[in-house]
């Protein structure tokens, strides 16, 4: 190994004190916007201001505004964990979460669950069992198997964003042709697609929480790939790195933060693709620092973008996927034209 590889591989102190300083930072900015998440909402203050008395205040306070505050940040740290694993995987800079068809396959699985309630009982039963987000992860998590089996594994990078990328737009077709069939979920799809963190709980948070928990681990026990795939692949395969596992077990880190994430809150773009360009923007670091950095930074944005999509037609909310995609293509657009000013690339 070169010098230069090692000083790739092997950060400097100087690099590890700011990771911890944004790190620390990222921390902090969650919790400020934790609290004011729960302040937040159509009632305004009142409702916490009064919950120590009121027995609806409370409720609005500990079951609807903080298990969504709560779902947001976490929906947005396992979409910015997905976007740095899939930059890192792709060697690709707008490589986003979606990239193995989990998206499509997810509303899929929603307009099929739609379609199928009422159709029969035995149907209804047994949709109303599994959920209509139980639906959506089932329909990611075959999409990204269907991927991987049309690519033969995980072992060449370009056949596998290619075959994700036939894989999203066949499945996209297909939920077309599931939304003519039944129209009268049209509305339903809408709000899917556009993501909102209205409808998620404590059961979710908790799914949420656990799915960020262990892909984070496996992120970070994996990172050394990503490190080496940096370099390229026969550098990452001169380390010593058993590549084949190594990406299959990053492939499903991010199949997982993915499916879970967009299960329960609908599609929600961008997040995955800014948030680790921001971490990027403010320090340089290894991957195993760089994934966490960018899942806070996810978490951070996600949130701040639900607040403000509460906020600005109070007492009505715009979804907040669609704010997270003005918000942040037009940050990508920025940034693209101030590396192409300073002659580099994205």
């Known amino acids: 190994m070169?010098?230069?590889?090692?000083?790739?591989?092997?950060?400097?102190?100087?690099?590890?004190?700011?990771?911890?300083?944004?790190?620390?930072?990222?921390?902090?900015?969650?919790?400020?916007?934790?609290?004011?998440?729960?302040?937040?909402?159509?009632t305004g203050l009142e409702s916490l201001v009064h919950m120590g008395d009121d027995p609806v205040?409370?409720?609005i306070v500990w079951d609807i505004r903080l298990p969504r505050t709560l779902g947001a940040w976490l929906a947005g740290a396992l979409l910015g964990l997905a976007g740095a694993v899939a930059q890192g995987l792709f060697r690709n800079p707008l490589a986003d979460p979606y990239l193995l068809g989990s998206a499509s396959g997810a509303a899929l699985g929603g307009a099929v669950a739609m379609a199928m309630f009422g159709v029969s009982p035995v149907a209804a039963q047994w949709m109303a069992r599994i959920g209509i987000t139980g639906m959506a992860f089932l329909g990611a998590a075959g999409a990204v198997v269907l991927t991987l089996v049309l690519a033969k594994g995980v072992q060449h990078t370009l056949r596998l964003l290619l075959a994700g990328v036939i894989v999203g737009v066949v499945l996209g077709a297909l939920r077309d042709l599931v939304e003519l069939a039944s129209p009268d979920i049209l509305q339903?799809?809408?709000?899917?697609?556009?993501?909102?963190?209205?409808?998620?709980?404590?059961?979710?948070?908790?799914?949420?929480?656990?799915?960020?928990?262990?892909?984070?681990?496996?992120a970070w026990v994996l990172a050394r790939a990503?490190?080496?795939?940096?370099?390229?692949?026969?550098?990452?395969?001169?380390?010593?790195?058993?590549?084949?596992?190594?990406?299959?077990?990053?492939v499903a880190a991010m199949a997982l933060a993915t499916g879970t994430a967009v299960a329960q809150t609908g599609l929600i773009a961008f997040v995955g693709l800014a948030a680790p360009h921001?971490?990027?923007?403010?320090?340089r670091v290894t991957h195993e620092?760089?994934?966490?950095?960018?899942?806070?930074?996810?978490?951070?944005?996600?949130?701040?973008?639900d607040i403000l999509a509460r906020w600005m037609l109070a007492p009505q909310e715009l979804p907040v996927g669609v704010l997270t995609a003005a918000l942040g293509g037009t940050y990508l657009l920025w940034l693209m034209h101030r590396r192409t000013a300073h002659g580099g690339g994205l």
């Open 188 to 218: 339903a799809m809408q709000a899917f697609i556009l993501g909102s963190t209205a409808f998620v709980g404590w059961i979710a948070c908790a799914l949420m929480g656990a799915a960020w928990a262990l892909c984070a681990l496996l």
């Open 278 to 283: 921001l971490v990027r923007s403010m320090v």
């Open 2 to 42: 070169t010098a230069a590889e090692k000083a790739f591989l092997i950060p400097s102190a100087a690099g590890r004190r700011r990771a911890a300083w944004c790190a620390l930072w990222l921390l902090l900015a969650s919790l400020v916007l934790l609290v004011l998440g729960i302040a937040v909402g159509s």
């Open 289 to 305: 620092r760089h994934i966490l950095l960018s899942s806070l930074m996810g978490a951070v944005l996600l949130l701040a973008a």
């Open 57 to 59: 205040a409370r409720q």
């Open 226 to 250: 990503l490190d080496g795939l940096t370099l390229g692949e026969s550098t990452a395969a001169s380390l010593g790195l058993p590549l084949g596992p190594m990406r299959a077990g990053l």
